[in-house]
């Protein structure tokens, strides 16, 4: 009963073994992350056009609650850069910018995707991830990168821009590029410059300085945190919001208010689409930093439960007035560093932005958008890896097909439409693949019992019996060119009696193919040629029995190849030399 | 240069043949065809919710032009049944029954059909049909068959009801059963079985009374004429026309008007998906017929040039106040029973059925509908195929599956919801097939150099050196589970030193694949085990040339397996019965 319960709770497989030293590695990981936390969190509602404490609000229930339903001992759940883009897509569609029903949108969006979640892990559909290829998700995130920071552009330029794809914005940059704020752009633009050189190299720096490894990498990571105390000195000390510097401005002090968000059956109709990508992408980007994560130190996470944790998680965020979240990569990584042992770092997490909630939310009222957003244009430029792109190329031009495909239609188009295209670009491209396979006529190595295409080895061939390797599984999409290849194969062949189609290859043989065989048989029967299987796996034999195609094959089934040909055309085998030895033999002849 | 038109324009090949001979033999057949198709034509009209002479305009132009464009040398294009119901469903969504934007919507979907058509040929795309599984065409029919069949029940009791799927038919006809007509109800009833007698029992009786075997077939399939003359001369007898039996009516004597189908651009957008389905069903269904004809002769159809064929025979009914046309399948088999030898035997018929239009027209006003919709009923209950269920079903649950979706929601959500559901999970359960992969653990099959499932075959296995053989492409959608496979049986393996992975089933490995085994590769490599491939294929293996996987692979590639287990654990080889013969050794053991 325990260990059932203990499926679905983790926090049970864990809590046992919890001593003060596990609580002191995780309290110190809480600390670190909850200052790297709070100016992402205000960056992040910034950038889904949300009021601050929104993001707040997202990083203070669902992570109590990641911690209870979550596997992954290190994962950093909150707001993240790519989530709050999609929001701010999807709330688009429903009302503008800055508007209750905008904000209520994100709520819900958040609520939904915990649904989605939630029932995805229970019925163990975390396989769904699987049909995101890298290429299509490595391709999103890049150009989600791109598209970000080009929409951060307006706050560090002090205009007000429109747009959720890559022309409006640059239109309408160019429309307004005359009412630039230079106080504005000054923060921004040395704010940008700030982060760029803490990135690039505070670490080392520090390093040279004598500090170690491990703290050196935490203290660079929390980097934004100087620029958000240092840019609200400046501005409250010169008064630079009254020159036109946009600044945060008040905060509600109080703790998110608990309680469903509220049902309008065609709001959430229209958004439950747009939650079901915020879900997919979400799941996707929290398993791949859980499981790189876990690897290192040689734990494994549960994708199934974490659908569930990430799913209560984001239920959580909608019923205390949040946003859609998921495990951050940068965040994750450093909880990681930090030492974090146990989800119970994030529990103490959220008890830090609460406490900050409350407490430090007046001190950031001078604190400049301009700063929040240099703070997401650093970190989301680091998503951008043209080096996939470039790899992705030289290794498969199908893939890069998708690549750039899911590239171009996020910029062009949107985040939604562009991995909406990616994906179904990505499975068309692999069925066309399947449905045109690979045929080799093949051939005895000699000196072995190996049999290999005519055109790359040298090998023994028959004129009497023909072998014909079929390089793909056998379903509908590719059962007609089976037969067409089939026929013309043969048709070149004038003294072939005895057809061999070796299945090594062949995984799946659907009711589609199995007609196309039936055929087969029958086309070759009636130009006297004797069909013949080798190789057919255990599984597909087993489907095979008892259909009228096996019933009315004019050939047999052989184990092997070798066995096949042994016995169509003895000539070809019986030879003194024939031995297991590695060693080409010296004669190679066609029999 | 004529090589090349003669490509787009097979008339080319065969006009120069056309002698005398070929000339008696097509004008047989177009004699008999024209027979079967003016009641035909009429019928589906009726069946389309169409004037007749709709039916009759589909059965001129379009004939000719196929004469000039298509491959095959017996297809007899014109109105078949399931285009006409899948029309009313089209057609229906624009305007009510009867109105001129409805008879104008089919028209357009005519015309929309052609264009598609002939851009897919363009395009050479005819792969596109082969994504259609045999059990979701077969499903698809079926349905289309027992909704035809029920749609035409109102005319055999003439009362009106209304409705595009099963339920709405069955609901309409409960309310409405208390109207039956009674002369039109022993009309009906009396068409039906008259139909069904010729249908099963004419030809035995025709074979019995000495007439060879071949005309007795033609003769029972041109039953409805009979059925058609008898009732005419029955209505016009006794005027039951005065006693609300439903007539043809007066048809007008013209021959349609050509012109462009009128343009607007939000019915054309509504109809344009349609049109797609109708394209494709019309395309699947006139290249079956086509095929399986052309094979009786061994000839060969070419599927890219049938697409423009058919796309010209719907551009031509577009402008000629036709509605869709294909190949039917009854119609093509009477053809090339009766001889037809080439696409001239099309333009005959094409001839005939004008004529018929203009001087025939007058002698079908007593036509009772109650007899087309008999003639329908019992043409379209010949598609329903119940055993073809049953051996899916027996074969393959996932293609059962996907057939009995489509059966399913055809009869209750209607014909386009219904193929559109059958494509969709076909593709789907393909792909989740190949998303989860089997995999084997292979020995040596002793006294052979064959390795094979260590759970099937008694074979020789080695406890340092352990072979995985994965029977599946790898890709995105099996790229993760291909990790964990690997780790758990790994896990699994304490004495293990060499991995090998046995490939021959591998026939592509996509991008995110090649990422997973460089993973695999380093996790197995801090687990002090060196990974090796082999039977990698050769255009597989070209792609993994010069990759960093390759280059950072711990262990070798081999070309056979047997040569890899020889390499890494010679006593697994190292015996003196070695040879190649097929008796199993005496020694079965684990070395």
């Known amino acids: 009963m325990l260990e059932k319960v203990a499926k679905y709770l983790p926090i049970l497989n864990w809590i046992k073994a919890y001593n003060s030293e596990t609580l002191a590695s995780d309290l110190v990981a809480s600390v670190i992350v909850t200052i790297m936390l709070i100016p992402q969190s205000l960056a992040y509602a910034l950038l889904a056009g949300l009021p601050p404490q929104i993001g707040l609000y997202a990083s203070i229930l669902p992570l109590v609650v990641y911690a209870l339903f979550g596997t ?32 209520e949108a994100a709520v819900i969006l958040a609520f939904l995707s915990g649904l989605i979640l939630l029932i995805l892990g229970m019925l163990r559909m975390g396989f769904l991830a699987n049909f995101l290829s890298h290429p299509v998700v490595s391709g999103f995130i890049t150009a989600s990168g791109i598209l970000i920071a080009a929409s951060q552009l307006k706050h560090i330029l002090g205009i007000r821009t429109e747009g959720h794809t890559l022309i409006e914005i640059i239109v309408s940059l160019g429309e307004k590029i005359d009412q630039v704020n230079v106080p504005t752009f000054a923060i921004g633009i040395s704010s940008l410059l700030l982060l760029f050189f803490i990135r690039s190299h505070l670490k080392s720096l520090l390093v040279a300085l004598g500090l170690p490894d491990k703290v050196a990498v935490i203290i660079s990571r929390a980097g934004p945190v100087f620029a958000v105390v240092a840019s609200i000195f400046a501005v409250s000390a010169f008064s630079l919001n009254d020159v036109g510097v946009s600044i945060l401005g008040d905060i509600p002090r109080d703790l998110p208010e608990i309680g469903l968000p509220a049902f309008d059956q065609d709001i959430w109709l ?86 900050a909630t409350i407490f430090l939310t007046p001190f950031l009222y001078f604190l400049p958008q301009a700063v929040l957003a240099a703070t997401i244009i650093v970190a989301v430029l680091s998503l951008v890896d043209l080096h996939a ?67 790359r080895h040298q090998v023994i061939t028959s004129d009497r019996v023909s072998t014909i390797r079929v390089d793909e599984s056998l379903y509908f999409a590719n059962a007609r060119f089976l037969e067409e290849t089939i026929y013309n194969l043969v048709a070149e062949m004038s003294a072939i009696e005895h057809l061999v189609l070796m299945c090594p290859a062949v995984n799946h043989i659907d009711a589609s193919a199995l007609e196309s065989l039936e055929h087969i048989n029958h086309v070759l029967r009636d130009a006297g040629i004797s069909l013949h299987l080798s190789e057919v796996k255990g599984p597909v034999m087993d489907k095979l029995e008892g259909t009228s195609f096996l019933k009315g094959l004019t050939g047999k089934i052989y184990l092997h190849q070798y066995e096949a040909i042994g016995d169509l055309d003895r000539n070809c085998i019986d030879r003194p030399l024939e031995s297991a030895r590695m060693e080409p033999s010296p004669f190679h002849h066609s029999c």
Chains 1, 2 share one sequence.
Do not use: C
């Open 389 to 455: 792109i470039k790899n992705v190329w030289a290794y498969s031009k199908h893939d890069f097909t998708a690549m750039i495909a899911t590239i171009i239609v996020t910029l062009v188009f949107g985040v939604e439409l562009g991995i909406t295209a990616g994906v179904m670009l990505s499975l068309v491209l692999h069925l066309y693949n399947t449905s045109r396979p690979h045929f080799a006529i093949v051939g005895r190595v000699p000196g072995t019992q190996h049999f290999r295409n005519i055109h």
């Open 270 to 355: 229209q958004l439950v689409g747009s939650a079901g990508l915020i879900s997919l992408i979400g799941f996707v980007e929290s398993v791949s930093v859980g499981q790189t994560l876990a690897a290192k130190r040689r734990q494994r996470i549960d994708p199934n439960q974490e659908l569930i944790g990430l799913g209560v998680a984001n239920l959580a965020a909608g019923i205390s007035a949040g946003y859609p979240v998921t495990g951050g990569l940068a965040r994750s990584a450093v909880n990681f560093d930090a030492g974090a042992e146990t989800p119970a770092a994030g529990a103490f997490t959220a008890i830090g932005i609460a406490v």
């Open 72 to 103: 992954s001992r290190s994962l950093a759940v909150g707001p993240v850069a790519i989530l709050s883009l999609m929001t701010a897509a999807a709330a688009g569609k429903i009302a503008a910018t800055g508007t209750v029903e905008y904000i």
